[in-house]
């Protein structure tokens, strides 16, 4: 049986209180919207039920299993060999080989989506259906449509999903919304993003239909590129693969059918231009990105300022700042506080529970999907696409 801290509601609020204080909520905000979520929960916590046991399964669940909040009652996997093993190193009770299963087994009130992503849509679906709430890995379908049906169903359900990426609720995100927001940098003119690495070498479905860069890696720069500029308006787009084959370790040689390499151009309105380069062909020294370098993959320029994110969007260090009569770039917000890249499924949990509303939105998830598949569109049709999703813009709190 897994060992976790049974907490009461008051020190629920009290500790959240504390982390809406350092996020700048004010205690007063927090509590007063507290009322009656966490009532719904028994025992002041959210279970949960993680499904996909790979490779990024560890760092969610060293996550997951260190909150007082939160109970991980089963994972999942169709390679039962993988769930067990999870279950065993995180002394989660209960372990099971498909969602079905999973749905009638332990009750949980969170499935938390960690499978490859074509198998996102199919299994986000059957719990919404079984009215679960649902955080899912990027993205939460392959298809617009589909994940119009989903925010729809939670909808119909009166559950809620949410998608990965967690980029928006960074204080460098913050702080770099703030500053657009504050004028300080004149009007936003550009922006720039860049995320790449040599590839995943562990799973096939990365380089088969449904895989490949954008979604994979691009996903990130387009969400933080479109919280801070606004909804993209249309979207050009080239994507290229590199590699006829590809070597990984659970199926050898695979034949590489998804964008390796993708460039992709967003107008947000307004005149104002961004673009995403990401790829599986890039030098991997670049993911030296991290705390303590100033490499920059994210870049605002305006009329009167520009800023650039040290280290990736989804692990950011600071950002920079240059502004007209201080032209040289100062460095701001080193710290990360409680953000952490696979921080997405507790911060909902919280949301789940404080009744305090999310940065991360079904509606951003889903602009950005259309948005990568725009890209995707425009490299097939050779014209420019128009985009009709939006979502609830600027994006701080
Ligand atoms: N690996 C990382 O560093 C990383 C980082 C951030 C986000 N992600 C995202 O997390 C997701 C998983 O990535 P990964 O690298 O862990 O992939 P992975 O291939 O290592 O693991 C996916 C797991 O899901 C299982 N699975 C597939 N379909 C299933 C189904 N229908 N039901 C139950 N289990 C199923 C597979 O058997 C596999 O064990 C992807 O969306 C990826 O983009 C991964």
């Known amino acids: ?91 989660v009770s209960n372990a099971y080989p498909n969602i079905d299963a999973m749905l009638v087994g332990a009750p949980f009130d969170l499935l938390v989506n960690t499978t490859s992503m074509p198998a996102h849509y199919p299994v986000n679906q059957k719990a919404l259906e079984a009215k679960r709430h649902v955080w899912s890995e990027k ?56 995320y790449g690495h040599g590839g995943p070498t562990w799973s096939a479905w990365f380089y088969e239909k449904g895989g490949g860069s954008l979604y994979d890696l691009g996903v990130y720069n387009v969400t933080t590129l479109t919280g801070l500029l606004g909804p993209a308006k249309e979207v050009v787009g080239i994507t290229t693969t590199l590699n006829p084959a590809r070597n990984v370790d659970d199926k050898g040689e695979v034949k590489v059918e998804a964008d390796e390499n993708t460039m992709l151009i967003m107008h947000h309105g307004n005149g104002v231009l961004s673009h995403v380069q990401t790829g599986f062909g890039y030098f991997s020294g670049e993911r030296l990105a991290g705390e303590g370098r100033r490499l920059y993959t994210i870049d605002v320029t305006g009329t009167k300022g520009t800023m650039h994110l040290q280290g990736w969007d989804w692990e950011p260090a600071a950002v920079d700042v240059a502004c007209q009569g201080e032209v040289v770039l100062e460095t701001f917000c080193k710290e990360r506080g409680h953000y952490n890249w696979v921080g997405g ?5 919280e949301s789940l529970l404080s009744g305090k509303p999310s940065l991360i939105t079904p509606e951003h998830a889903l602009h950005v999907l259309e948005v990568m598949n725009a890209c995707h569109e425009s490299q097939r049709t050779g014209r420019r696409v128009g985009v009709e999703t939006g979502f609830k813009w600027p994006v701080f709190g």
């Open 1 to 91: 049986m897994e060992t976790t801290r049974t907490i009461s509601r008051r020190q629920f609020l009290n500790e959240t209180t504390m982390v809406g204080t350092a996020l700048g909520v004010g205690p007063n905000l927090l509590a007063a919207e507290t009322n009656s979520a966490a009532d719904s929960f028994p025992g002041g916590k959210i279970r949960v039920g993680e499904i996909g046991c790979g490779n990024v399964s560890s760092a969610y669940l060293t996550n997951l299993t260190s909150q007082p909040f939160i109970e991980v009652v089963s994972v999942c996997d169709i390679i039962i060999e993988r769930a067990k093993k999870r279950a065993e190193q995180f002394k």
């Open 139 to 194: 993205p939460m379908a392959l298809e617009v449509q589909e994940a119009k049906e989903l925010l729809d169903l939670a909808k119909r359900k009166g559950v809620h999903i949410w998608a990965a990426p967690t980029c928006v609720t960074s204080p460098q995100f913050k702080f770099m919304a703030e500053t657009i927001a504050s004028g300080k940098i004149g009007r936003v003119t550009a922006g720039h993003g860049a």
């Open 345 to 349: 499924a507790k911060y909902v949990a």
